[in-house]
């Protein structure tokens, strides 16, 4: 009897495109940055957050563009921080804009890294991992939110260990006592942001990504 063979997976242009895009980045702000043991520090996170995501999907993980949209802003923004250190990245328009005294180019990438609670719970609506609306909610908040202390404490642990300027510059601070507190705010509102992102706009691309999941 003839095996059928399984159907070839779809190509998705999309991350295929954002994937391209950052290679891009990553090479041409690789060459001369403001401090190379900085630029290290910053990239490696980022290069094996990529990684993952790609090995998620080659393993048939995929999420909706929107999705892939919201999580390439970080690794975007994280890669200009290191190659300029995230206190030094010309900023000048946006903190003029609102005002601010100090450059708030950091906050910004700190706000996109709540983005991926929209990755988090479109995964877990579609494989109905969590039945509880309330908790499929809180669940990815809560997972930005142990990520943002985490990480906290690992720029606290490097500053330490590397000391000197690149510790200063990979803490980036700034001379605000409650830098840390703030950037985990930041992170949180952008989890909230992108949950209520999903609300509005993601419940069609959960019911088409659950079809996808019984298909397979």
Sequence with gaps: MRSVPAPARRFHWFPALLLAAYLIEFVALGLHPTDRTTWWAENVPIMLLVGLLVALYRRGVRFSNLAYALMSVLVFLHTVGGHYTFEKVPFDWFNDLFGFQRNMYDRVAHFS?????YALIEYTDSRQLIRSRAISYLYPLCVIGTVAMSYEL???VYAELAGGD???????????IWDAQKDM????????????????????????????????
């Design 166 to 176: 690149s510790g200063a510059a990979f803490l980036g601070s700034q001379g605000d």
């Design 154 to 156: 690992i720029e606290w």
């Design 113 to 117: 890294v709540g983005f991926y609670a």
């Design 185 to 216: 705010l930041a992170d949180t509102s952008g989890a909230i942001f992108a949950l209520v992102l999903y609300a509005l706009f993601g419940r069609r691309r959960r019911d088409e990504l659950v079809s996808e999941c019984v298909s397979e």
